[in-house]
């Protein structure tokens, strides 16, 4: 079955530092692939996604590559911010299968000031 | 703005119980979730509904039921709550064969504690 592992955290940084937070997966499809984020205390929220191979995604700073090849889908951030502090979920749904997606266990990501 | 609404934040009950949790979408979706959310864990399915009276359990059904009579909302039931049942619950919501990319939408959570 299809499945996603993320870098177990927490992950903890200075501001302005770089982040990356690996995820890479196995699907038996051809996946669309997600970053989630949760701030403390709320839901889920979608951060960024990608649909095809190469494809990046991109919003509010943070990016991440579609990579087949190497079946990752890393999040990255030049420069973190102490508002980032969250807990990151990666995940993938399989377009040729079942509606329920497949998500990873979540990086939390600590930035000090 | 889309929306998915829970009816608490926050929901402490008595063992032995009946405890309903609601959640309201706005975007029209087929596709609506219930999971739980516990440390260590990550998010675990407790069912999904892909049609108005269409319901499939996840992976963590026992002890609870839902209930979705209109579209827009889906009741996750605990029949008689236990403290093995104190979480945070998430609902979410996708569109269904039509889309593309099956994001979901999820809701604000409800944390739930069980005495």
């Known amino acids: 079955g299809d499945s996603v592992t993320q870098m177990e955290g927490p992950v903890t940084l200075s501001e302005e530092a770089f982040l990356t937070i690996n995820c890479t997966y196995t699907a038996t499809g051809y996946p669309s692939l997600f970053w989630y984020v949760q701030y403390p205390g709320e839901g889920l929220q979608l951060l960024l996604k990608a649909t095809k191979a190469d494809d990046k995604g991109s919003n509010k700073g943070f990016e991440a590559t579609y990579r087949k090849e190497t079946t990752s889908f890393h999040l990255e951030k030049g420069s973190v911010q102490v508002s980032d502090s969250a807990v990151y979920f990666c995940a993938l749904s399989d377009r040729g299968g079942s509606y329920i997606p497949t998500f990873g266990r979540g990086t939390s990501l600590i930035v000090h000031p | 703005d889309v929306k998915v609404t829970q009816s608490s934040r926050y929901l402490v009950k008595r063992t032995g119980e009946k405890v309903f949790l609601e959640c309201v979408q706005d975007m029209d979706h087929e596709n609506m979730f219930w999971y739980r959310q516990d440390p260590g864990l990550g998010l675990r399915l407790i069912y999904f509904?892909?049609?108005?009276?269409?319901?499939e359990k996840g992976d963590i059904p026992e002890g609870y039921s839902v209930s979705r009579e209109k579209k827009e909302r889906f009741s996750l039931i605990l029949e008689s709550a236990s403290t093995n049942q104190t979480s945070m619950y998430l609902c979410?919501?996708?569109?269904?064969?039509?889309?593309?990319?099956?994001?979901?939408?999820f809701g604000p959570g409800t944390r739930l504690t069980v005495t």
């Open positions: 979410a919501s996708s569109l269904g064969a039509g889309g593309v990319s099956y994001e979901q939408y």
């Open positions: 509904s892909y049609d108005v009276k269409m319901k």
